[in-house]
């Protein structure tokens, strides 16, 4: 069973436009995760927020979460064409990290 | 310092059969977990490893089982493959014992025929 939902689940932008992805999970969480994965390789970490926080950076990335709305969004701000990848929340279960069913990002140059 | 490496990268296999992936952790990390991905679906937990234990387990059937080695490596072996077990599958380690940042592999990429 997936706890995180993203939306939309696939969104086509030109370079340069900001790209914003949206997670909603159920249950209540000590973290949530943001991955990368560029053609169906291995996923890469990019920012962990915790419960306690609103909103973290990383760079071009900007990630809120709503703990009372059981939500939150990743900002990719000015982005390229190397940022093609589907992207994916990921909420802490017990010792397990699950994973929703991504978002598909492709950037046209 | 070596990332997360599973072996073989791709596999075919038939109905029936069995098959054993192997994957060695992140150097200093000492936690192993194994997910199924299918496509264009999220990685789905299988279970994980820790100090050669099985710690939590997924939604898989006791066709999936694995095995942790005292140099923290790890076996995933499903048996008696059906056609739906063709998918990718991807190893993660961690350290410690609360899991956070996950480390992966390139993934096993297995189809069964």
């Known amino acids: 069973s997936q706890q995180g939902e993203e939306d939309p689940q696939a969104l086509s932008i030109q370079e340069g436009e900001n790209a914003t992805m949206n997670c909603s999970y159920k249950?209540?969480?000590?973290?949530l995760q943001w991955y990368r994965q560029n053609s169906g390789r291995g996923l890469v970490h990019l920012i962990l927020i915790r419960s306690n926080e609103r909103e973290k950076h990383s760079g071009r990335l900007r990630v809120t979460l709503d703990t009372s709305k059981k939500s939150s969004s990743l900002l990719i701000t000015a982005s390229r064409a190397a940022d093609t990848a589907s992207y994916f929340c990921?909420?802490?279960?017990?010792?397990?990290?699950?994973f929703g069913a991504g978002t598909r990002l492709f950037v046209k140059a | 310092d070596a990332g997360v490496t599973q072996s073989p990268t791709h596999l075919i296999k038939t109905r029936g059969q069995q098959v054993t992936l192997r994957c060695s952790p992140k150097s200093g990390h000492d936690t192993v977990s194994w997910y199924q991905q299918a496509l264009g679906q999220g990685p789905q937990f299988i279970f994980q490893y820790y100090e050669e234990e099985e710690r939590q387990r997924g939604n898989f059937p006791d066709r999936f089982s694995g095995h942790q080695f005292p140099n923290y490596s790890s076996e995933l072996n499903v048996n008696a493959l059906l056609l739906g077990d063709s998918a990718l599958y991807l190893c993660a380690s961690s350290f410690g014992r609360v899991v956070e940042k996950l480390f992966f592999g390139s993934g096993t990429q297995l189809s069964v025929l």
């Open positions: 990921a909420t802490d279960g017990g010792f397990k990290t699950i």
């Open positions: 249950t209540s969480i000590n973290n």
